[in-house]
């Protein structure tokens, strides 16, 4: 039988699996967060799978990016980077050569009139007021313009499905037997971030000073002080990462509680949240902020 703290336990170890698997992160500061979804997978046997979507707009990359992640016990196919499994992979809903030729920079072009979505052409507004009368305060990158995330939060009121994943995309990483029991568009979230903390013994860390000092000269530091700042800093971080896996950790809270349940017993009536969603773009002022 699938037990619910089996689910937990899967979904408050996802950071731990690789460098390259992580929890849902709404609140990531490399790009601007548009919308979300979670998406409930089960099967017989006692499979089960959530598969998130996270659309973003990552300046660095320029491109507006959803993020699929992966949790289950039953994935398949999952990406590999140097060796390691991702529980992530990214699709372009948006069509990369028009988003170039309509912006400039983070912002639209004055004089850009849609977008191509999937094959299909969207109109983008120039109309300040269409943005504020949807709660939307423009990021001024510059005085007078429209940042991209912007447009796409507008854009995605109307167009919602546009830039959701495909079947497809979803059954990428999982049988394709598995039954979609429950779709949430919105839901309280946690960000649940851990620190990598690598074992740093005496003797690497005295490789580590002589490495630097020869290189930058590190001001004059002694290897005392050098060694006391690192040590500090692992203190510090194991801190914090306590503080993340009492605070934040998913089974800690309601939402994936009541989700581990509906996933364990295949019945929906177990989500009754009771704490208000805060997964709106919205509610994630440091998303995109780094």
């Not at 305060?137 to 830039?163: C, M, P, T, W």
Request: negative net charge; proline residues 3%; charged residues 25%.
């Amino acid at each position: 039988m699938l037990l619910e703290s089996q689910i937990l336990s899967a979904l408050d170890n996802s950071n731990k699996i690789s460098d390259y698997s992580h929890f849902i992160s709404l609140g990531q500061p490399y790009s601007y967060l548009i919308d979300c979804r979670l998406n409930i997978f089960v099967g017989d046997k006692e499979r089960w799978a959530i598969v998130a979507e996270r659309l973003g707009y990552n300046p660095r990359a320029g491109t507006i990016e959803l993020e699929i992640s992966y949790f289950g016990n039953c994935l398949i196919n999952l990406e590999n980077y140097n060796g390691q499994l991702s529980n992530y992979y990214f699709i372009y809903p948006l069509n990369q050569d028009i988003l170039e030729e309509t912006t400039d920079g983070f912002v639209l072009n004055s004089d850009s009139k849609y977008w191509i979505i999937k094959d299909t052409k969207v109109s983008l507004s120039q109309n300040k007021e269409d943005y504020l009368n949807n709660g939307i305060e423009l990021n001024n990158y510059q005085v007078g313009k429209i940042g991209i995330e912007d447009a796409a939060r507008l854009i995605i009121i109307s167009h919602n499905d546009l830039f959701r994943a495909g079947d497809k995309e979803l059954y990428k990483s999982i049988p394709e037997d598995l039954k979609k029991i429950l779709v949430l568009d919105e839901w309280y979230h946690k960000d649940f971030i851990e620190i990598e903390m690598p074992n740093i013994s005496d003797e690497h860390l005295k490789y580590i000073y002589d490495f630097n000092r020869n290189l930058s000269g590190l001001d004059g530091i002694d290897i005392e002080a050098f060694s006391n700042m690192i040590r500090t800093q692992e203190s510090n971080n194991q801190k914090s990462n306590k503080s993340a896996w009492i605070n934040n950790r998913p089974s800690s809270y309601e939402t994936w509680q009541q989700l581990a349940k509906v996933i364990a017993t295949h019945d929906l009536s177990f989500y009754k949240p009771t704490q208000s969603a805060n997964s709106h773009w919205s509610n994630w002022p440091e998303s995109g902020s780094l």
